[in-house]
Each structure stands twice: as structure tokens, then as C-alpha cells.
T-cell receptor
């Protein structure tokens, strides 16, 4: 069965410091990978996605994620965070074998001024 | 475009009461989903639909029913609410199963 693991449930980071949110998936077949962001009291919205091609994907607000097939990882990074990045971040994987999208349990990013 | 809308935004029920949550999307998406979000558990899929007139069970379907009579609407019903159904419910839609899902703002349900 497919699973998506986000090892860190909470990550506190000082403003303007770099951050990495970790995501690992397990799948024996091809996957599409996604990062969603949930701002307080809102629904989820797509941050970035990996479908194929370049393993490094970027979002419009400075986040990037790298697909690493050998390590089955899709970690999210940002070189310098802002207060406005405070949110919960969910990694998700779509498995083409069973055509299911599986979400991780989320990582709450807190920015310390 | 309104995207995905959900009604109501908040609701408090007593154990045993019933209610229906309405989800509507104006993007002509084929796929629609209902999730529940609980602290520390991420999103869990309740039911989903791959097109008008179709429904299928997700990860946690017990105690819920759904209907998709029109392509743009996806209804989630609780026939006899239980405290374990206290949660935040999200509806989402996508063009195909592997495409980006668009989420509604959520419904916060409390069952006393």
C-alpha cells in the first residue's frame, strides 16, 4: 500500500532563515507528487507539483522541491522564510497503480519573528 | 469563478441528528471528493465521485452517504451523527484523478 510520510509535525523557524520540510513516499509504480499549503482557517491550495521532466520544481512564492527517485523523497525548501509562510504544509502522492491520491499528515510551519 | 464552495461553514449537531453538507464547483470538473481533517491525522478521504451519477467509498466511509445527481454538486450526508464525526470537512474537485485538486473553505462540524 502506498504511504506518504512527513516526519516533522511541527517546524519552528526564525524569520529569514532557511527551511526544509521533509516528505518521503512509498510506491512501486509511477507517482505524481504534490505539495499543498493550508493557511489558517482556509482550505488547501496547491503550492507545487512534480509530474515529469526536471526533478526540481518551483512555486511562485520562492518554495522549491526536488524529486529524488532513489530516496523516494520530495522535500520542500525555501532559502528565506517570511511571516506570511506560517501555515500547514501537506505532501501528497498520486499512485498510477491504484489511481489514489494519498496525503501525508502535515507539517505545521511556524515563523518566529 | 467561485471555484469550490461549501455550505454551511459551521454547524453544531446533537448526537443522532442528521444533516447534509453541500459542495458546489463551477470548473466543470469530473472528479469530486469529501475529506475530513482531524488534528495529527492529515486528510482522510470519505467518499469520492468520478462523474455525475457515480460515487465510491474512500478510506473512512462508515457513517456517511453521498450523492452526485448533478455534475457540479456533491452532497455529503450524516444520517445519525456521532461525536466521533466532529471534524472539519473539506470538499475538493479535479478534472481527472491525477490533476491538482481544488479545495473548498471547509465546514466545521461539532457533534455534542
Amino acid at each position: 500500500a502506498q504511504s506518504v510520510t512527513q516526519l516533522d509535525s511541527q517546524v519552528p523557524v526564525f524569520e529569514e532563515a532557511p527551511v526544509e520540510l521533509r516528505c518521503n513516499y512509498s510506491s512501486s509504480v509511477s507517482v505524481y507528487l504534490f505539495w499543498y499549503v493550508q493557511y489558517p482557517n482556509q482550505g488547501l491550495q496547491l503550492l507545487l507539483k512534480y509530474l515529469s521532466g526536471s526533478t526540481l520544481v518551483e512555486s511562485i512564492n520562492g518554495f522549491e522541491a526536488e524529486f529524488n527517485k532513489s530516496q523516494t523523497s520530495f522535500h520542500l525548501r525555501k532559502p528565506s522564510v517570511h511571516i506570511s509562510d506560517t501555515a500547514e504544509y501537506f505532501c501528497a502522492a498520486f499512485n498510477f497503480g491504484n489511481e489514489k491520491l494519498t496525503f501525508g499528515t502535515g507539517t505545521r510551519l511556524t515563523i518566529i519573528p | 469563478n467561485a471555484g469550490v464552495t461549501q455550505t454551511p461553514k459551521f454547524r453544531v449537531l446533537k448526537t443522532g441528528q442528521s444533516m447534509t453538507l453541500l459542495c458546489a464547483q463551477d470548473m466543470n470538473h469530473e472528479y469530486m471528493y469529501w475529506y475530513r481533517q482531524d488534528p495529527g491525522m492529515g486528510l482522510r478521504l470519505i467518499h469520492y465521485s468520478v462523474g455525475e451519477g457515480t460515487t465510491a467509498k474512500g478510506e473512512v466511509p462508515d457513517g456517511y452517504n453521498v450523492s452526485r445527481l448533478k455534475k457540479q454538486n456533491f452532497l455529503l450526508g450524516l444520517e445519525s451523527a456521532a461525536p466521533s464525526q466532529t471534524s472539519v470537512y473539506f470538499c475538493a474537485s479535479s478534472y481527472q484523478g491525477y490533476n491538482e485538486q481544488f479545495f473548498g473553505p471547509g465546514t466545521r462540524l461539532t457533534v455534542l
